[in-house]
């Protein structure tokens, strides 16, 4: 009889980061059930975590897999397969010339919150160490940037300062821009839950569309898209005004309030419920649950984060937070979801153009050098780097020569395809390390550097709520793949020896040594990981940071002393103001188009399409809609229409959704151009749902606005 192993890992979808307990042959996974004892899910796992195991089949891997290197020369000529030997010298060679013709800042990394941490710890070293460039961004600007300056602005840190027990404690769960039903189902069930045990626990839910989380709230906010500083200042206002602020908490613990109480003045209920779109006293509701409960908890995502005034968004939920006393005990904090499943691994070792190693800053002297002497050169570039959406332009107007992607599909992911599509053309060589070569970015590279993913790789993500968790392989690497850390350390070294370096800053023989390295910088810093070691997590499971040398374990709630790491030890009000969308409707394009996650699908697809029963819940793309629309129209279900907006043009079948305010329209992130069929407004060809979202992002978080453009639907084919 054939002995089944199992194995613990995570679940490489979201950021809930539930444990799995992989099962496998010896030559295959078998299967996949919830891990008991991960404090993330304790056993549970949804539709996409549950059919893990069938993203894993032999036949699969055979037929997506990207399993050798491949190589041209030649713009035009098909990519041959080539040995690591060969590819990796003809990338260092290409990389070391043009630094050497056109400076540090000529050549990008764009990288993903997939990869592990170790992974982004060598990708992030290698940019802003060894090249000397800051050009190094991630998936992750698409999903938490706004979130990192949110909590940046008023907390002092990138920290999120609550943790999933505190599901439990709370006494009202404000849930705003989060439809956690589908994008964090374990999050979800946990919320159930609690409101079995607690009858008496309020669930607010302020979201744009009436999702499956808003139906199941006890107040529902359908608040019109972008104006949710609008809703904050609002309920902070009445709190104001009905003396349900924590004036102690204020002035002990807080700075900055006094200007933001000036700003609140016209935020009166009747300007912000005209502004939302909702009624005054469901606003006077909400502001009261929110102020008078012992323990208010905030669960937060896109819908917040992928925003031109994204910060805006994040800082006024915060500051609600800060003056109602509503942080740092337990059952209450403004918590950020993450998206992906390592967004805040990358976050931890700086692995964005704009942040540093631990949580330092890249605009301080002092920073700079101290991680300049942990690593070993003389300085890190204090010249910010591109930003998702700027890289991508940078590359089209040439400022950026050599672009290397690594585990993820800008192709289909970023914002104004038609653009993006134009960069890859124009870049002077594309490197694309990836474990799939199913993936629209493949097709533009010059060079295919085969990675291993999910149940082949060892290393360490952290979730949502700070929580490391270790995993090793249960499967060999198929075909030549190399891990990510290993790809990046060998070419880092062949160009270190192309730049004339003798001595290697990459010296680690194995992944463990990496994280040995990382948690070393964050000696002293917030996230302080130097007394978490890869023996404690295999002995002692999963931990939360802060874990500095000496402690007994990692810290569930931050904040609860009152100190928050700022020069003057206090949390800082933001001066939030609402600002609109960027791009408003008008008769020309008068619909307002969303787009977002569905329940059963992960992303580009790459993954979660190869499993027959996700699509059970959603079969097809379609453009949702209200039903008054359609009539008005005359489009029935299932028609084809053509949602065209200022970038482009999709044709998809329409569907009623009762979940849809008149004038609103949604469609599911994760469809690409082998879906759906249209054209760019130059004629060109179509580039998936990302050929109608809006470029435009938040000046400080750079975030892009993928939750709002404005568009208008016809119907394809008349009667
Ligand atoms: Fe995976 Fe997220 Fe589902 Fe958990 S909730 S099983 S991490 S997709």
New binding site residues.
Partial sequence: MTQIQETKA?????????G?IVQTDGRQVTGVR?DPDHP??FG???????T?HLTARPALQQQARALAPELRTQRGEPRRQAGWGETLDFIAQKFADTIRRHGPDSVGFYISGQLLTEDYYVFNKLAKGLIGTNNIDTNSRLCMSSAVAGYKQTLGADAPPACYEDIDHAQVIFIAGSNTAYA????YRRIEEARRRNPDLKVIVADPRRTDTAREADLFLPILPGTDVALFNGMLHICLWEDLIDADYIARHTEGFAELKQTLRDYTPAYVAETCGIREQDLVAAARWFGQSKAALSLYCQGLNQSSSGTAKNAALINLHLATGQIGKPGAGPFSLTGQ?NAMGGREVGGLANLMSAHRDMANPAHRAEIARLWGVDDVPSRPGKTAVEMFDAIRAGEIKIVWIACTNPAQSLPEQRMVREALEKAELVIVQEAYKTTATVDYADVLLPATTWSEKEGTVT?SERRITRFKPVLPRPGQAWHDWEIAVNFARRLEANLGRTATLFPYADVEAIWNEHRETTRGRDLDITGLSYRILEEQGPQQWPYPEGAAGGRKRLYEDGVYPTSSGKARFANTVYQPVAEAVDARYPFRLSTGRLRDQ?HGMSRTGTVAQLFSHAAEPAVVMAAADMDRRMIAEGDLVHVTGRRGSQILPAMAGDDMRAGQAFIGMHWGEEYLSGRGHDGRGSFGVNSLTSPVFDPVSKQPELKHAAVKILKAELP
């Fill in positions: 995570t679940c490489c979808y979201c950021g809930v980061g539930c799995v919830g993330a899910n549970r796992l949804c539709t996409k975590g549950s893990l964090h189902p374990i999050l499943p979730n992960w």
